[in-house]
């Protein structure tokens, strides 16, 4: 926390920001805004804003403590006694005796807080929810509605409404994925399934700018963190001009703060600030009219703090004009900056645009009002307003409006800072006494040990004296080595000096004494644990420990399950402020991607120029966005959806009923995306009865034409039948037709009516064709051949 003394006191006010009678040319000076940063300053060192004082006095302590950091004077006081403000030895230790066992202790700490967090922070990240984003206008959801239930008719009277398409020659269409029941209908509805194209593309677009922020891997945890050692998380959602780009950041709730409010979510404050440190360099371009001597003495305000180093006489820093910086120009200096919410009165032209949407704009004077019912009206404009204030002097800058600022609708300014608050004391103040009882058990463990006596033997030199063995004299030493050597004590069992018999044995073994200390330091080590465990429900099983041999495995998860019942607060707690930091964000996207050319021109590279249009057609028909939180996978759910995927693909692959690859990666591509996976076993399942119904259809063919072609190859073997047949036949009856031409020719010779050459010639055989064999053989004429020579020319005889 960074104290100026002079602003606790009550002397800072915050301006009266609803009066008519500051004209908002006055509210945009620097004079106006630096009251406003000097009064949130003040309310932040007295400890006025949103969260108690003792917060920002404590949480420095409470942080060391969760790095397992904090100040070991405290464990040094108790073994060595406090320290004189002379700084001699502690009372009652000599020179002599700090070099001693007992005062030779490594007081490092040793504590189990940092694996705590980290498992605590590690298990919540994996909690955290998924957003997305919805139109929330009457517009968008009219339009919606019709979408969802068109699509519900389509896939129910698809074949009736692809008869009516084809009797009206119009093309035929693929509705996709085609509820079986309202019920479907309605999941699928719930889970995203109906957006329109515009609210895709933004949802694309907030999904960009949380990514390019870090936010799953660097915010979330910083948040988690805050909420369980301090209690209290914050960000910001900013701006920059010169990318265009919309972003999230981290504020550190050591130095960031918002109006006091009794809420947990601080729902619509009106003011929130957050310090950040600057270097000179930067304050001198943010500051073009400030002197050398006057960033000189902001730099020596600061000197020898936030790690500055310091400042000698300024006259040696003048001298040097052959160097391109000055020592100073690295050093930092604390920026509030602080935004709020104020009012602006002004007078405004009120008319109806051509959507039919009443709209205003400023009124100048000597405007002339056109014709579609202008009216000029008074305007009560609640505005967003930033300033930077260099802590302590009188140096401002981006100070006035907020350019670009979100609004919820078209009336209310969203302030950009966004935190939230845990309802009870946060975790770590919980379990500090049980980790300085765990410090002081591990100091006690070491103190115990370099002061404990090693084992070891005494020994009776009364009855080594005087030994005689094989009449050769053995003193004490000589039978202790022998001993040692072999095993064996060779004694005298009366006393030398009142030679009566004794019962003692002459070597005894002493037992050291660590063990003792050693079982108390880790039995006051357990119970610090247990101490932990009981004051914040937290079970050692949760973050790492072994469970015991005798708990059950449903033990186990009973424990695991209490643990996440304890912090289920922090995580809705994330979630919240997630959703609102996500909901600004949309917000401002909507507004940079139409009004800035700089935004425009940086995410037409992320969703298309045709798609970034889109946005500005939305932003013409007032659509408001909305975020929507879903529920994160586990990684046995994401398991699961993948092996299903997996064995659909398969089976597409082994020519069984199955997606193909293409499928596959959309699939997996939804769920890396962060889809719902109720969506994704939806369309999973859509895709496979699609690839079924494809199949049947494919074997019905196959089976048609196999029929079509058992058909055609009957209707060919029959018609053969009938060719053969009919050929048959026809052989037949020139058969029978050239024996009756040759008997009546055969007559009508012998009658003597026809001649040999006549009869040859109606057989189609001339008579120069006939060999001198033929013509010589009195045969021929004595008994003409009944049967035609040749069929061939049998038949070429007319009928």
Same mark, same amino acid.
């Given at each position: ?18 009066? /008519? ?199 979330? *945890? ?27 950041? !981290? ?55 936030? #790690? ?139 103190? #115990? ?18 030994? &005689?063995?094989? #009449?050769?004299?053995? &003193? ?10 072999? #095993? ?11 030679? /009566? ?47 015991? +041999? ?28 997630? %959703?609102?930091?996500?909901? %600004? ?68 692959? +082994? ?32 895709? &496979? ?29 029959? /018609? ?28 009508? !010779?012998?009658?003597?009516?026809? %001649? ?13 064709? *006939? ?29």
């Amino acid at each position: 926390m960074i104290v100026v003394e002079k602003y606790r006191e009550d002397g800072f006010p915050m301006p009266d920001r609803d009066n /008519q009678r500051i004209p908002k040319e006055e509210k945009r000076q620097a004079k106006y805004c630096k009251e406003v940063a000097m009064h949130v300053y003040s309310q932040y060192v007295r400890g006025g804003c949103s969260v108690e004082g003792e917060m920002y006095t404590s949480l420095s302590d409470w942080r060391r403590y969760a790095y397992g950091r904090q100040s070991q004077e405290k464990y040094k006081d108790t073994y060595l006694g406090k320290v004189k403000e002379t700084g001699v030895l502690p009372i009652g230790v000599s020179a002599k005796d700090a070099r001693k066992a007992y005062a030779n202790i490594d007081f490092s700490i040793m504590s189990p807080a940092p694996r705590i967090l980290d498992a605590i922070i590690s298990r919540m990240t994996k909690a955290v929810d998924v957003v997305s984003v919805d139109a929330i206008d009457a517009a968008s959801g009219a339009e919606k509605e019709t979408l969802k239930w068109g699509t519900f008719v389509e896939g129910r009277f698809k074949e009736q409404l692809s008869f009516i398409r084809m009797y009206a020659g119009l093309p035929q269409e693929d509705v996709g994925y085609v509820p079986q029941n309202v019920e479907e209908l309605n999941l699928y509805d719930a889970e995203g399934g109906f957006k329109q194209e515009y609210v895709v593309a933004m949802e694309e677009l907030l999904k960009y700018a949380m990514d390019e922020s870090r936010w799953d891997e660097n915010i979330v *945890q910083r948040l988690l963190f805050d909420l369980c050692v301090g209690g209290f998380a914050m960000t910001e959602d900013v701006y920059n001009p010169i990318t265009g780009e919309v972003k999230a950041v !981290y504020c550190d709730p050591l130095y960031s703060g918002l109006q006091y409010t009794r809420d947990a979510q601080y729902d619509k404050p009106d003011w929130g600030f957050t310090v950040r440190f600057e270097k000179i360099t930067t304050l001198r371009q943010k500051l073009p009219n400030a002197t050398e001597l006057d960033l000189y003495t902001a730099a020596k305000k600061y000197e020898n703090k936030f #790690g500055n180093h310091a400042l000698e006489d300024w006259s040696k820093y003048t001298k040097l004009s052959n160097s391109y910086s000055l020592p100073y120009d690295d050093m930092i200096v604390p920026v509030i900056h602080v935004k709020w919410i104020d009012v602006e009165y002004d007078i405004d032209v009120k008319h109806i645009n051509r959507v039919g949407h009443t709209r205003t704009f400023p009124y100048e004077k000597g405007m002339k009002l056109g014709k579609r019912d202008e009216k000029v009206v008074g305007a009560r404009r609640k505005m967003l307003y930033e300033v930077s204030w260099v802590i302590d002097t009188d140096y401002t800058y981006d100070y006035g409006v907020a350019r670009f600022q979100p609004r919820d609708g078209l009336s209310e300014p969203i302030l950009p800072f966004h935190g939230v608050k845990t309802l009870g004391q946060p975790i770590m103040p919980r379990i500090i006494p049980a980790l300085d009882l765990f410090q002081n058990a591990w100091l006690k463990l070491q103190q #115990g040990i370099s002061m404990a006596v090693l084992s070891g033997y005494s020994v009776d030199l009364s009855t080594l004296n005087n030994l &005689n063995l094989g #009449g050769q004299k053995l &003193n004490p030493l000589e039978a202790i080595k022998m001993w040692r050597q072999t #095993g064996i004590a060779f004694y005298n069992g009366r006393d030398s000096v009142t030679l /009566q018999q004794g019962m003692r044995r002459p070597i005894e073994p002493l037992m050291g004494g660590a063990g003792t200390v050693i079982n108390d330091a880790l039995l006051a080590m357990e119970a610090a644990s247990k101490m932990i465990e009981d004051t914040t429900g937290i079970n050692p099983i949760t973050i790492g420990g072994t469970p015991s +041999d005798r708990q059950g495995k449903a033990v186990t998860q009973f424990a695991v399950e209490g643990t996440n019942d304890v912090l289920s607060g922090i995580v809705r707690q994330v979630g919240v402020i997630q %959703s609102d930091t996500a909901r %600004s964000m949309c917000l401002r996207l909507a507004y940079v991607c139409v009004h800035d050319k700089t935004a425009f021109n940086k995410y037409k590279n992320v969703i298309g120029e045709t798609r970034m249009e889109l946005l500005k057609i939305a932003d013409g028909h007032d659509v408001r966005y909305g975020i929507r939180t879903h529920t994160r996978p586990t990684d046995a759910e994401l398991q699961e959806i993948f092996e299903a995927i997996n064995l659909s693909l398969k089976n597409g692959r +082994d020519g069984k009923v199955g997606i193909t690859e293409a499928d596959s990666v959309r699939f997996k591509s939804m769920v890396h995306s962060g889809a719902s996976l109720k969506r994704v076993a939806q369309l999973l399942a859509f895709a &496979n009865k699609k690839a079924k119904e494809e199949a049947e259809a494919e074997a019905n063919r196959a089976q048609q034409m196999n029929a079509q072609l058992n058909q055609q190859t009957e209707q060919m073997k029959t /018609q053969l039948k009938g060719q053969e047949a009919q050929m048959d036949i026809q052989v037949e009856v020139s058969k029978n037709r050239s024996k009756a031409i040759g008997d009546l020719l055969v007559k009508a !010779y012998e009658k003597g009516d026809k %001649s040999i050459d006549d009869a040859l010639s109606m057989l189609g055989v001339a008579p120069q064709q *006939q060999t001198t064999q033929e013509r010589e053989n009195p045969a021929l004429e004595a008994a003409p051949t009944a049967e035609p020579q040749q069929p061939e020319q049998a038949s070429n005889i007319p009928s």
